[in-house]
């Protein structure tokens, strides 16, 4: 054996026996008659001592040797520390080595492997197997194993099957782009890397499965950001013979196993709003509720005056920030900068400063007095000592900037604090958008969405107020999961590709698969999926989802360790009857 015992496995009930480690040389401390090294795997460290007068000279000389990641085995006796280290649960013992054996020597690496490293994420991405040996990106992939363990065991406990779909799929023109992979043995044609198995869990409870689950890799070539990358993980879920309550109540209960389970923390609520209300209230469909600074409409009390900037925007939106009505006028132009970002997009921004004796004080005194200000105040909820920050503008632009606004703050003041998780429901989204480019109605979902059945007649005579019976779970001011009640219906499904510029023949050709499955018994069905990486990034307290994937991809979408996306040759382009332009 190359181990009888890991790297974190031994404590002082060890002492006098004789043991086999095999791991990575973390450091060494060369004393001249003494040397120490910390040898780490996976499950930890311990320490090693090489005495002159108690080693073998042979095996005291190799050890001079040993640098930095050297792969090494030795055998020895456990022996008690002089000095222990509390920090460490190896920290009462240490090896007193008599067989070295170096395995593999290595180069000096291109970052120190510690906690804290002088690598930047570039260079530790290049090192991507390298960084993998630090704690702390160890560590998010064992969370991870440990999320994806007690989702499988959840589902399983009830009845959930985990079926695998394929990954060479046709391509569909809804949603964002996709991958597409070319066929050899069909000229000229291509497959596509799915987006998400959505035809095919439809399709399983077609077939009977009536409950089933798959942790599976999804594909979208999109633009990058750093909770998106090009092939992510989803937790694929479908259920038949099921309404929207059915759907929420089993994920509302594995979102509450999850966080009972890995963090120790009960939920007493799941809170339920309506995606009109997301937007009004908190300016985006995914607000964070760990925090109030709720928006306050402003058109009735701070319109029809003499500022002209108010008067001709379509909204005017405030919220009240807490306990900041200190703030210097350098850190207020500071904030008025930050709008002005293009980023964000603001024109500019107006405050009032609601002091703790009472009075308001603005940066449009001249066109609004006390009465006027106090209204502003009730309108938002501020109390004395908030300080009141306006927007104004497009109602949908303005919302979108006070939102990043109202993130901004609430960061400042360390309310989005990573122990503490609100979840909610968000439901009754709009089934369509339209898409002044295009001239036509986009799926707000996908063309399989159901609408709220008291909108159907609707879709006829104003498709753009039909309600979809959908719902999204929101995390922390993440979406982190979102489904839907699916369409059925054979002739309901066929509405809704007209509805969204399909013929008849498109419709026949992208998914008439999926309409002929439907002639032979189709269940009433629906289902959810929760994006794995930003789950497990939001309950290990990141804002990131790289640390957790093993072998992450770049904001170009490139994975640069191995260099990938890269060119092929031209036989292979010959091979599959590709030329390129």
């Known amino acids: 054996m190359y181990r009888t015992h890991t790297c974190g496995a031994l404590n002082a009930a060890h002492v006098g026996q004789e043991v086999t480690l095999a791991g990575w040389v973390q450091k060494t401390r060369d004393k001249g008659f003494l040397i120490w090294a910390d040898l780490r ?56 080595v008599a067989e070295l054996t170096i395995l593999n020597e290595a180069q000096l ?52 099957c985990e079926i695998e779909t394929p990954y060479l799929i046709k391509s569909t023109p809804e949603g964002a782009r996709d991958f597409v992979v070319p066929s050899r043995m069909n000229e000229g044609q291509f497959y596509a890397l799915p987006q998400s198995p959505q035809t095919f869990k439809q399709l399983l409870m077609v077939g009977g499965m009536d409950k089933y689950f798959q942790i599976v890799k999804c594909f979208r070539d999109e633009d990058l950001r750093a909770d998106r990358q090009p092939e992510f993980t989803q937790i694929d879920c479908e259920m038949a013979f099921v309404e929207q309550e059915d759907i929420l109540h089993v994920f509302e209960g594995l979102t509450r196993h999850l966080l009972k389970t890995l963090k120790g923390i009960e939920v007493a609520e799941f809170p339920r709003i309506t995606y009109e209300y997301a937007m009004k209230t908190y300016g985006n469909d995914k607000p964070d509720i760990r925090f109030d600074m709720k928006f306050g409409e402003l058109n009735a009390v701070a319109q029809h005056k003499d500022f002209g900037v108010f008067n001709a925007a379509e909204l ?44 308001l004080k603005s940066s449009v005194d001249k066109f609004y007095d006390q009465t006027d200000l106090k209204k502003w105040a009730e309108a938002t909820q501020a109390q004395p000592g908030d300080l009141i920050l306006v927007l104004s503008g497009a109602a949908h632009k303005t919302r979108s900037q006070l939102s990043a606004l109202r993130m901004e703050m609430a960061t400042r003041l360390g309310l989005r604090k990573p122990d503490e998780f609100a979840p909610l429901w968000v439901v009754d989204f709009p089934l369509l958008e339209w898409d002044e480019e295009s001239g036509r109605y986009h799926a707000m979902h996908h063309p399989f969405t159901s609408p709220k059945p008291e909108d159907k007649a609707l879709l006829q005579t104003d498709p753009g107020k039909v309600r979809a019976n959908a719902y999204d779970m929101v ?100 091979e599959l009857h590709i030329r390129l332009a």
């Open 41 to 96: 795997d996976r499950y930890g460290i311990t320490q090693l001592i090489f005495d002159e007068q108690r080693t073998v000279a042979h095996v005291f000389q190799q050890a001079k040797s040993l640098g930095r990641e050297y792969v090494i085995q030795v055998k020895g006796t456990v022996i008690e520390r002089e000095s222990k280290n509390p920090n460490m649960p190896t920290g009462d013992i240490e090896i007193l």
């Open 109 to 160: 690496p291109p970052f120190t492997i510690e906690d804290e490293t002088d690598g930047g994420e570039d260079l530790r991405m290049k090192y991507r197997y390298l960084d993998i040996r630090r704690n702390p990106v160890k560590n998010a992939l064992l969370f991870r194993h440990k999320v994806a363990m007690e989702v499988r065991n959840y589902l399983s406990g009830l009845d959930f």
């Open 316 to 359: 005017v939106v405030g919220i009240a920030v807490p306990g900041c009505a200190g703030y210097s006028r350098k850190e207020i132009d500071a904030l008025i900068d930050w709008v002005k970002r293009p980023q964000i997009g603001a024109q500019g921004m107006v405050y009032v400063k609601y002091e703790t004796d009472g009075t």
């Open 475 to 574: 995390l922390n001011g993440n979406e982190i999961g979102g489904g839907s009640i699916r369409i059925h219906d054979k002739a309901l499904q066929a509405e809704m590709f007209s509805l969204l510029g399909f013929t008849k023949e498109q419709a026949e050709a992208q998914f008439g698969f999926l309409m002929n499955a439907f002639q032979f018994g189709a269940p009433p069905h629906g289902g959810l999926a929760f994006g794995l990486d930003r789950l497990v990034a939001i309950l290990g307290g990141q804002e990131t989802i790289r640390d957790f994937i093993a072998f992450p991809k770049n904001n170009s979408g490139r994975d640069v360790m191995i260099d990938a996306p890269s060119p092929i040759d031209d036989a292979q382009l010959s």
